[in-house]
């Protein structure tokens, strides 16, 4: 991102998000339509109480039964070497994947990503390092700080480039979530050093289902976005 101060920093990925959550608009209807077809609410119109609701749930027949065969195979990484001289590292960092891969419980990660995709018609993932896993033995020789870590955005929570056609081509990806204020506050004094105080929120325009436990509570939260910005170089 230029050189910008951080309130024009903060007012241009505030700007950017609301364009890209217009974008989604049309979308968003679309996914509570989805959602709501899923769990068998197909009367939303006020009826009496005696009358049947009678409902054929292919929604939840197709995802339920699709999402089994597209992932009745755990997926597996395969290192290839580039140059001579390259194929034990190549070994070493294929097995390394499939220890990662156990360890995150990827076979559970990829069936529920397959499922919103079939729902939804998008599905993401968030790869990165956390650097506050710890794990091995001092004894061993084997203790190692930081790990591969993966996340499972809700689409409702991802705002892209809307002059973009794909994720290669964005220019930035916002993920917007909301968060508590405690949360936020000790995670700006954790990693910036910086003191701040956070003000609730009351309304979140990410939470947009019509169940419960999908989104988030309400009460002492604010909105966080973690900003990403394609370098130009």
């Known amino acids: 991102m230029e050189k910008l101060s951080d309130e024009s920093k903060f007012a241009l990925i505030k700007t950017r998000f609301k364009e890209s959550l217009s974008a989604l608009s049309q979308d968003h209807k679309d996914w509570i339509l989805y959602d709501d077809l899923y769990l068998a609410k197909h009367w939303s119109d006020q009826r009496v109480s005696w009358r049947p609701d009678?409902?054929?749930?292919?929604?939840?027949y197709v995802v339920d039964q699709k999402a089994p065969q597209l992932t009745n195979s755990s997926p597996t990484?395969?290192?290839?070497?580039?140059?001579?001289?390259?194929?034990?590292?190549?070994t070493i960092f294929t097995q390394a994947t499939a220890v990662i891969s156990d360890r995150i419980g990827f076979d559970?990660?990829?069936?529920?990503?397959?499922?919103t995709g079939l729902l939804l018609g998008t599905a993401w993932m968030k790869v990165y390092w956390d650097n506050s896993i710890v794990g091995g033995s001092q004894a061993k020789g084997t203790?190692?700080?930081?790990?591969?870590?993966?996340?499972?955005?809700?689409?409702?929570n991802m705002y892209h480039d809307v002059?973009?056609?794909?994720?290669?081509?964005?220019?930035?990806?916002?993920?917007?979530?909301?968060?508590?204020?405690?949360?936020?506050?000790k995670t700006a004094l954790d990693m910036f050093g910086v003191t701040i105080k956070v003000d609730a929120e009351q309304e979140f325009m990410t939470?947009?289902?019509?169940?419960?436990?999908?989104?988030?509570?309400?009460?002492?939260?604010?909105?966080?976005?973690?900003?990403?910005?394609?370098?130009a170089n």
């Open 54 to 60: 009678p409902v054929i749930n292919y929604i939840s």
């Open 77 to 90: 990484g395969l290192v290839i070497p580039t140059s001579q001289g390259d194929d034990d590292v190549a």
């Open 108 to 115: 559970d990660k990829i069936d529920e990503t397959v499922r």
């Open 143 to 156: 203790l190692f700080k930081g790990d591969v870590e993966i996340d499972l955005p809700d689409p409702t």
């Open 163 to 185: 002059q973009a056609n794909c994720v290669e081509d964005c220019r930035f990806i916002n993920y917007a979530m909301p968060k508590p204020c405690s949360w936020i506050e």
């Open 207 to 231: 939470e947009i289902y019509n169940r419960a436990g999908r989104n988030t509570p309400k009460g002492d939260m604010a909105m966080w976005y973690e900003y990403w910005e394609k370098d």
